[in-house]
């Protein structure tokens, strides 16, 4: 691998952008015995397992035990055994019946292939059957499934939501009664507002099991995160107490080469400096060096517009060489594809027909595709936890494996390249959901009534704002309330199904479409505010590698009308913003700041579009502002917000004055907080699994709730998910990384690698990123290193 790092600096376009070289060890399997049904032995014997690792055996046993279990190794260590040993033991002794839940119906797909393998391999009336019950089924289909009454059942979240909890007294009585295990796959996919949807779900199905007298144990498989407990527990309904971890992966693993890849600056030509070249490109051209050395290469790309474009452009670069033969081996993946053209490509990649490919995160989760020489991420994925992921689908066994990293230009990006140690050797994430949201409560309450009748001891699965929505959905006529013998119960009184007026997976249910005016076809579907924001006449919206320009909107219809074009500008609204405090439920002085509160509240942010400007595609120069006149939209959320200290204000004004006799004090300072507001944002992924979409923020110099300047951050989903009271929690950590990511920024004045942020309402306009390090220093009380 030494001899191939240095082949890649030996390449023509190579200009120093190979900016730290470490070795991650590999370590030897750790295995444990572990007694087996004689059939289920031989069956996993034929399919190559003899032994099993220490975890997994472990993991085993803690379920025989009757433990709730969360497994949180790395990526191709095996975890799928922890749940089908116990599963296929459980069928063979008395039917008992397993229920396999995942984000994505493709690991469904995979993981039913490999679960119907091992079940044929047990031979003839073994009582194990599989299937697997998705919206992409017939009603026939479904129907067979349920006949049939398969001892292991996969599916997603969704269908659990739609069609198998509604029906649980009918249709799926038979599964329930005898439902002995719930695996929730990838556990730490379940974070933001789907996680706490899927949590809702979860507590839903505690309360149907409930009703017939089964207590299924929880089995969670998780990437490695920072509270793998906390987070099961929030998702499955079930106590932290009563969930044991296993972090410990004892599998075999090679050497992994991480190489921090950054593009070159451009060079400054008075618009700015801190502008890096394309990681796309950067990326493309490694892809193909490796491709036509012959490494088997996956690159991780956020978009599926960029998938499909730079597998082409790399299948054209290799025709180019001369090298036809891999050409034809390279291709795309990402979740639009056909059921079939994704199985195609898997395939590939597990016999090697597939050499290189560009993928979106879809290829991230547990479908089997084999161990690959190289991993490209092309630009941070956006936390660490999916960096390693993504990093995990290099290695085949114990060879050694290449993973680099390639930097974009943004505040995380740049961190990482500057702070490699950092990113190799910090804490994991912690993934964050919040099923008490109170937005998202009331259709869950509605679904479980609906299920099964309501008592007001149901507040030990949804939690004490429990009997304050049942008041208000009482009086909204929603519910039915009944005293009997029993004692008091609630039933759904309204008609039809309330599961099916929300999706798991979106919080604003009103949605706009996007049509291409030539052809009439729908181009993609937005939610309201995202169509604002993105969809606003004038806009230039890129799908599937069509640029488009947005000549009309219509709201009251919802309809927006797209026009193919060849714009070569980008486009990117402008915003006014406030927010109001409705109600503040803790407080605190800043770590080491007595001058300063800190507070978490329910906040009200209204924002206001105003225009958009237009920006050369390559430059990223201003071309032009144009007015829109859009609605006003509101978001009633969680926020922490802290006041600026009177000292520090004063000590940041005057050194705005000490800089230029005729600098305005007022808009320096607004530069200040407004650049240290944009850095907090960006560095709340580093500390939470996020994205810094997730987030949101406002500064002002005074604010009338406080009669201070002000900084506020507020969760960018109504009611909540969790992440400001997280932040709020660790605020001290949150200040101290941002003040290190600000400091290690060489750039003058402030760049998209520190204060600058591509959603700024304000075209970042004022930015002071010096004043920014003042106030973060003085904020930080871990240190003061880089004074």
């Known amino acids: 691998m030494d001899e191939t790092i240095r082949w890649l600096r030996d390449r023509p376009y190579y200009d120093g952008q190979l900016t730290h070289h470490e070795t991650v060890p590999g370590h030897d399997a750790t295995f444990a015995d572990l007694d087996l049904p004689d059939r289920l032995a031989t069956a996993l014997e034929k399919q190559g397992i003899e032994r099993l690792y220490g975890h997994q055996a472990a993991a085993v046993e803690r379920v025989r035990d009757g433990d709730d279990v969360v497994l949180a190794t790395d990526t191709a260590s095996g975890k799928s055994l922890a749940y089908t040993i116990p599963a296929f033991e459980r069928a063979l002794d008395h039917t008992g019946c397993t229920l396999y839940i995942a984000p994505q119906v493709a690991l469904i797909e995979d993981q039913t292939d490999a679960l119907q393998d091992l079940a044929h391999g047990l031979g003839f009336g073994s009582r194990v059957t599989v299937a697997q019950y998705t919206g992409r089924q017939s009603k026939s289909e479904k129907r067979d499934i349920r006949e049939?009454?398969?001892?292991?059942?996969?599916?997603?979240?969704?269908?659990?939501?739609?069609?198998?909890?509604?029906?649980?007294?009918?249709?799926?009585?038979?599964?329930?009664?005898?439902?002995?295990?719930?695996?929730?796959?990838?556990?730490?996919?379940?974070?933001?507002?789907?996680?706490?949807?899927?949590?809702?779900?979860?507590?839903r199905l505690n309360r149907v099991c409930e009703r017939f007298d089964s207590s299924p144990q929880y089995v969670c498989c998780s990437a490695t995160i920072g509270n793998p407990v906390e987070h099961a527990a929030t998702v499955t309904g079930r106590s932290e107490s009563s969930l044991s971890a296993l972090t410990d992966d004892e599998s075999a693993t090679g050497p992994t080469h991480w190489l921090f890849w950054n593009p070159p600056e451009y060079e400054d030509n008075g618009w700015g400096s801190g502008r890096r070249k394309s990681s796309h490109t950067e990326t493309k051209r490694l892809f193909v060096d490796l491709v036509s050395r012959g490494f088997q290469t996956v690159v991780f790309t956020r978009s599926r517009q960029t998938a499909e474009r730079y597998a082409t452009e790399s299948a054209d670069e290799?025709?180019?060489?001369?090298?036809?033969?891999?050409?034809?081996?390279?291709?795309?993946?990402?979740?639009?594809?056909?059921?079939?053209?994704?199985?195609?490509?898997?395939?590939?990649?597990?016999?090697?027909?597939?050499?290189?490919?560009?993928?979106?995160?879809?290829?991230?989760?547990?479908?089997?595709?084999?161990?690959?020489?190289?991993?490209?991420l092309d630009g941070y994925p956006g936390t660490r936890m999916q960096a390693f992921q993504q990093a995990g689908r290099a290695g085949r066994g114990t060879d050694p494996s290449l993973v680099v990293?390639?930097?974009?230009?943004?505040?995380?990006?740049?961190?990482?390249?500057?702070?490699?140690?950092?990113?190799?050797?910090?804490?994991?994430?912690?993934?964050?959901?919040?099923?008490?949201?109170?937005q998202l409560m009331p259709g869950h309450v509605c679904s479980a009534a609906r299920e099964t009748w309501l008592t007001p001891t149901d507040d030990r699965h949804f939690g004490p704002e429990f009997p304050e929505v049942v008041t208000e959905l009482t009086e909204t006529g929603d519910l039915d309330r009944r005293e009997t013998d029993a004692g008091i119960r609630w039933l759904y009184d309204g008609d039809g199904s309330p599961q099916h007026e929300m999706s798991l997976r979106t919080i604003d249910d009103q949605q706009v479409q996007l049509r291409d005016r030539a052809s009439g076809d729908t181009v993609a579907k937005l939610p309201f505010g995202d169509a604002l924001r993105d969809a606003h006449p004038g806009a230039i919206y890129h799908h599937q590698g069509r640029t488009y320009e947005v000549v009309d909107l219509d709201l009251d219809l919802g309809v927006a009308e797209l026009s193919q074009t060849h714009a070569d500008y980008y486009t990117q609204v402008l915003h006014d913003k406030t927010i109001t405090v409705e109600d503040d439920h803790d407080e605190r002085p800043m770590p080491g700041r007595e001058d300063s509160t800190l507070r978490l509240a329910d906040v009200t942010m209204r924002k206001q579009i105003t225009g958009y400007e237009r920006r050369d595609g390559s430059s990223g120069e201003p071309l032009g502002r144009f007015a829109l006149d859009l609605p006003e939209t509101t978001l009633e959320t969680r926020a922490f917000y802290f006041t600026v200290p009177e000292p520090?204000?004063?000590?940041?004004?005057?050194?705005?004055?000490?800089?230029s006799e005729t600098a305005d004090t007022d808009e320096a300072f607004g530069g200040g907080i407004h650049a240290a507001e944009h850095a907090m944002i960006a560095m709340m992924?580093?500390?939470?699994?996020?994205?810094?979409?997730?987030?949101?923020?406002?500064?002002?110099?005074?604010?009338?709730?406080?009669?201070?300047?002000?900084?506020?951050?507020?969760?960018?989903?109504?009611?909540?998910?969790?992440?400001?009271?997280?932040?709020?929690?660790?605020?001290?950590?949150?200040?101290s990384t941002t003040r290190r990511m600000v400091a290690?920024?060489?750039?003058?004045?402030?760049?998209?690698?520190?204060?600058?942020?591509?959603?700024c309402g304000n075209a970042n306009d004022p930015l002071d990123k010096d004043l920014a390090l003042d106030l973060l220093r003085e904020l930080d009380e871990v240190g003061d290193t880089d004074r």
């Not at 180019?320 to 199985?343: C, I, S």
């Not at 520090?648 to 005057?654: F, G």
């Not at 060489?746 to 591509?758: F, L, N, Y």
């Open 648 to 659: 520090v204000e004063r000590a940041m004004r005057e050194r705005a004055a000490e800089r």
């Open 148 to 203: 049939r009454q398969p001892t292991v059942l996969l599916t997603t979240p969704d269908m659990l939501h739609y069609g198998i909890l509604p029906h649980s007294h009918r249709l799926w009585e038979w599964f329930v009664e005898r439902l002995e295990t719930v695996v929730i796959d990838e556990v730490h996919e379940y974070r933001g507002v789907f996680g706490s949807q899927v949590g809702l779900v979860m507590r």
């Open 318 to 376: 290799l025709r180019r060489r001369g090298d036809r033969d891999a050409a034809e081996t390279v291709t795309a993946y990402q979740a639009a594809l056909t059921n079939e053209r994704r199985r195609s490509v898997e395939e590939g990649l597990q016999s090697g027909e597939v050499r290189g490919v560009w993928s979106t995160n879809a290829l991230e989760l547990g479908v089997d595709i084999g161990g690959l020489d190289a991993v490209l």
């Open 405 to 438: 990293l390639v930097g974009g230009e943004d505040q995380l990006d740049q961190y990482f390249m500057r702070n490699p140690t950092e990113f190799l050797q910090a804490e994991p994430e912690r993934a964050i959901s919040n099923p008490e949201n109170r």
């Open 685 to 735: 992924p580093a500390e939470l699994l996020c994205d810094r979409r997730d987030v949101g923020g406002l500064s002002t110099p005074l604010h009338p709730h406080t009669d201070q300047s002000t900084i506020f951050v507020y969760d960018g989903y109504p009611g909540g998910v969790g992440l400001t009271e997280r932040a709020y929690a660790d605020i001290g950590s949150l200040v």
């Open 744 to 759: 290690s920024c060489d750039c003058a004045d402030g760049c998209p690698a520190c204060v600058q942020s591509p959603h």
